[in-house]
């Protein structure tokens, strides 16, 4: 049921990655086979050019991602979450937007601790949706 979800966001971020003429969604999953499943779903909805998916452990397969980054959707494994924005952290363009899903589990107490201290350099904002979600911006 997760990689659904996963698999619909990448489709909505390529589809308006298209509709805008201009960026690429990067994505990162660790099973070959959610893997193969995304390309498909991704072929079937034409957005699959605008699109690349490294397979493997994020804290591997990001750390070759160049930026500048306008955009970061955290939305895989939660103790992965803070790890992830400090690799791409100095990747960030200005005024970046990162956007964290499931903010009200426990295991997303650091990485909301760090958002929210001014000192990392976000403007940060919880928004109000089931399972919580911190809408970030970099300063």
């Keep these: ?35 193969d499943a995304a390309r498909g779903n991704l072929a079937q909805a034409g957005v699959a050019e605008h699109v690349t998916i490294l397979a493997g452990d994020a804290l591997l397969t990001l750390a070759e991602v160049r930026g500048p980054i ?26 970046a937007l990162i956007v964290a899903d499931d903010t009200t589990f426990a295991s997303m107490a650091d990485y909301l601790a760090y958002v929210r201290d001014p000192a990392h350099g976000y403007v940060t904002i919880a928004f109000p949706v089931e399972d919580g979600m911190e809408i970030s911006c970099r300063t």
């Design 1 to 35: 049921m997760h990689a659904t979800v996963i698999v619909t966001s990448t489709i909505h971020l390529a589809a308006a990655v298209a509709d805008n003429g201009v960026g690429h969604v990067w994505t990162t999953e660790l099973s070959q086979t959610k893997v």
């Design 70 to 95: 306008g955009l970061l959707l955290l939305d895989g494994w939660k103790d992965l979450c803070l790890p992830v924005l400090r690799l791409l952290e100095d990747r960030l363009a200005p005024a």
